[in-house]
């Protein structure tokens, strides 16, 4: 065994690929073995690997300021520039933005500022959170009961209590929660990702925010991997025209460089917190603002929007989603399904397929029962890109 105990592993594995180098959409490990990264390290590295600009902005701010608290009467420069700029690029106007150190602390805040929100509006009874199966947003306990796959709950003892999971296309059954008048919020994934990549039938969306408007509840985009131009758009919600009372996000935002994530509110939710200027937000992270991760986001979105990774995404999916066809049309994947450059694959073994690619040199990632994910860099060449495919129709033949 290994000293480190691995995150969603055997723990009795000691067999592991060792990652030592990483450039644009490419990835060494100690072998010298180059690989297609195909699932953009773990749905986040939209920027791609071995950015110089986002390892100078961090370093130069840690050079001046590694971080410092932002609670109570502190904040720093940089803290408030990304939160400036993550408003001003909010699909709602006049949001305001919580800073986490990831996607599940985000999916958590978002949560218990839904719920603290309407006690502070007057509605304390509005404790219960709806979610959808399947789904995924998180590890933490919140965002782990918020999660839609047994699996991952499996011998974890009680989740968070007040929380009701319906069926991803169910909108009776969340109307029927909702005219309890208990509701606090709707937590829906805009594209599900980690739970088998399944895009949104026509109109669900739309539908739901409708129902939250007439009940009262909050609608929660969980945008931790759609987010920041992997859509086609830098914000999903905008892709499908909807506008979220609470958007989470992370990943895609720092690229992975530094842990980093938040809640964009909108002014339904953050208008009631700061109504009474006694009330006291008792709710925070330790790195809740880090500079240097600050600074990192604030690189990658400079690369995002000058380097059009949204559009690029748009292309990814025209160039692989005829490719990924071809494959269902041939009979080697049961299904394909997604948007922009977030796609997903029906096959009857995806580990088995997922250690074929691997010897081939390109990395996507099974998840259960039956699905491989690709959600490769936006910075992709179309020589990678192409070789996803390949590899993959070599594994099933």
């Known amino acids: 065994m290994t000293a480190f105990l691995h995150p969603f592993a055997r723990p009795a594995a000691t067999d592991f690929i060792s990652v030592v180098r990483g450039q644009g959409a490419a990835i060494w490990d100690s072998n010298g073995t180059r690989y297609v990264d195909g699932l953009a390290s773990l749905w986040y590295c939209n920027v791609g690997h071995g950015r110089a600009e986002v390892v100078d902005a961090v370093a130069d701010q840690m050079r001046q300021l590694e971080t410092y608290h932002c609670f109570e009467r502190f904040t720093t420069p940089v803290a408030d520039a990304l939160a400036e700029r993550l408003v ?29 929100a309407h006690a502070q509006a007057g509605h304390p009874e509005r404790t219960v959170a709806i979610s959808r199966t399947p789904s995924y947003h998180g590890v933490s306990y919140g965002a782990m009961t918020l999660t839609g796959l047994p699996l991952n709950r499996k011998d974890f003892g009680p989740g968070v209590g007040d929380v009701v999971q319906v069926d991803k296309d169910d909108l009776d059954a969340v109307r029927e929660q909702l005219e309890s008048g208990r509701v606090a919020a709707v937590f829906a994934e805009p594209v599900v990702g980690a739970g088998g990549v399944w895009p949104p039938a026509p109109g669900y969306l739309q539908a739901l925010r409708a129902l939250c408007d007439e009940h009262g509840a909050h609608l929660v985009l969980d945008e931790v991997i759609c987010g920041f131009g992997r859509l086609g758009s830098l914000f999903a919600g905008s892709h499908f025209g909807v506008a979220a009372d609470i958007t989470t996000f992370a990943k895609g935002v720092t690229s992975g460089y530094v842990p980093l994530g938040g809640a964009l509110l909108a002014p339904s939710v953050h208008l009631p917190l700061s109504a009474d200027p006694a009330f006291v937000l008792r709710h925070g992270y330790t790195y809740s603002g880090h500079s240097a991760a600050a600074a990192a986001a604030l690189a990658c979105l400079d690369i995002t929007e000058r380097e059009g990774l949204a559009e690029r995404a748009t292309k990814i999916g025209a160039r692989l989603e005829p490719q990924l066809r071809a494959l269902e049309a041939d009979g ?66």
């Open 88 to 116: 001003a690029m909010a699909p709602v106007p006049d949001s305001r933005v919580f800073l986490t150190s990831g996607g599940s602390e985000a999916v958590d805040t978002a949560l218990k500022l839904s719920r603290i």
């Open 332 to 397: 080697l994947v049961t299904e394909v399904r997604g948007l922009g450059a977030l796609w997903g694959v029906s096959v009857p073994d995806p580990v088995a397929t997922r250690d074929r690619m691997l010897a081939q040199g390109v990395i996507v990632r099974p998840i259960a029962p039956h699905a491989l994910a690709i959600c490769p860099p936006l910075v992709i060449g179309d020589d990678d890109l192409d070789a996803i495919p390949a590899a993959m129709r070599a594994a099933l033949s």
